[in-house]
């Protein structure tokens, strides 16, 4: 009986220890499923506008949200691509380059949910002392062109209403990659850049320039550059966890408000080949513009947004009227 007794427990002392076994890989896989993947596509290379995300990341606020987030480069044809296919559920864009994602016959399931930075930090800069402080100075400048539509008439714009005669202007086609080197030998004379990363360059570099930004000349080209974008569609069906993910981001943004130089360490971290000096000073740039003058982290302003694209409609620069509140909501950022 002893023996018998002895068998039983050796027994019983098996089944419980594989019940406890199965049980934690139970629980293991559990946890698995909760975790929810979501992929972000960036615009570009990372940069300082990216440097949120990059700390979210790092310091585990997606993770805690439940989240498994992969961060991917675009493809040639853009962020807007991915997103608008469902194969990315958020990515960078900017308000003027995602219209076609947003508005006429090739509209996609694209919305813009959070401001990267409040205002619009883009603008001509140029050698100091060339004239080129103002819009009209261009005249008879080079001007390195994208030959975008509403680009050119952008600067049509703000050179005549400056009094400036915009024909003047002499349209290169854009190959600058390093707006430093291509001031400084004469290639071009005047190129449109965004403060935050190229304009700080060459402050960074000792070249001493003039610059004036757009959003000062016209508050309508006080649009959004950049923004998050998100697939409308999976948000529909998933707004909680659209909402947790911006929730996180905000983490991520307002830490870099908060300690530009720890931020940076974690964008170097993530990105060793960018400049530490650059991207230093780039982030204390950056870290007035994230919020700016607004509470409320990514709010976009339905004002501002739509003045833009009224603004394209005025001037037929789309194949199609844009309604109003087209291609942004503010609906799943965090209070």
């Known amino acids: 009986m002893k023996k018998l007794f002895a068998v039983v427990l050796a027994c019983a002392l098996i089944l419980s220890a594989l019940a406890g076994c199965n049980a934690q890989k139970s629980d293991e896989k559990s946890d698995a499923v909760e975790k929810t993947k979501v992929t972000f596509v960036l615009d570009w290379t990372p940069n300082t506008n990216h440097t949120g995300l990059y700390v979210a990341q790092e310091k585990g606020w997606f993770d805690e949200a439940g989240l498994e987030v992969e961060i991917v480069q675009p493809p040639e044809d853009g962020a807007e691509m991915l997103v608008g296919s469902g194969q990315a559920q958020f990515g960078v864009s900017f308000q003027d380059s995602m219209l076609p994602a947003v508005a006429g016959d090739n ?26 402080d103002r819009p009209k100075g261009m005249e008879g400048s080079k001007y390195a062109t994208w030959d975008l539509p509403i680009e050119k008439a952008t600067l049509k714009q703000v050179v005549e209403a400056d009094g400036g005669d915009f ?29 935050g990363w190229a304009g700080v360059a060459t402050e960074v570099a000792g070249l001493e320039t003039d610059y004036f930004a ?9 649009y959004y550059t950049p923004v998050i974008i998100g697939n409308s569609d999976w948000m529909k069906e998933n707004p909680d966890t659209a909402k947790a993910f911006l929730s996180a981001l905000k983490k991520g943004y307002e830490f870099a ?16 080949e960018l400049d530490k000096d650059l991207v230093v000073a780039s982030q204390k740039y950056l870290s007035k513009e994230y919020k700016s003058d607004v509470d409320r982290w990514g ?15 005025e001037n ?19 209070e």
């Not at 813009?112 to 060339?130: D, E, F, M, P, Y």
């Not at 349209?171 to 004379?189: F, K, M, R, Y």
């Not at 408000?257 to 360490?265: I, L, M, N, S, W």
């Not at 789309?318 to 609906?331: K, L, R, S, V, Y």
Request: charged share 20%; glycine share 4%.
């Open 107 to 132: 509209a996609m399931p694209i919305e813009a949910v959070a401001a990267l930075v409040q205002h619009n930090t883009s603008g001509i800069i140029s050698l100091k002392g060339k004239g080129m």
């Open 316 to 334: 037929s620069l789309f194949d199609a009227q844009i309604p109003e509140n087209t291609g942004f909501t503010n609906d799943y950022l965090p």
């Open 257 to 272: 408000v908060d300690d530009p130089e720890a931020a940076a360490e974690i964008l170097l971290k993530n990105a060793p």
């Open 167 to 195: 024909s003047k202007v002499e349209l290169i086609p854009s190959t600058v990659t390093d707006e430093v080197s291509a001031l400084q030998s004469g290639s071009v004379d005047a190129i449109w850049v965004f403060y």
């Open 299 to 313: 709010y976009i302003d339905p004002a501002r947004w739509n003045a833009f694209y009224n603004w394209i409609n």
């Open 214 to 222: 757009f959003k000062d000349i016209d508050p309508v080209f006080d």
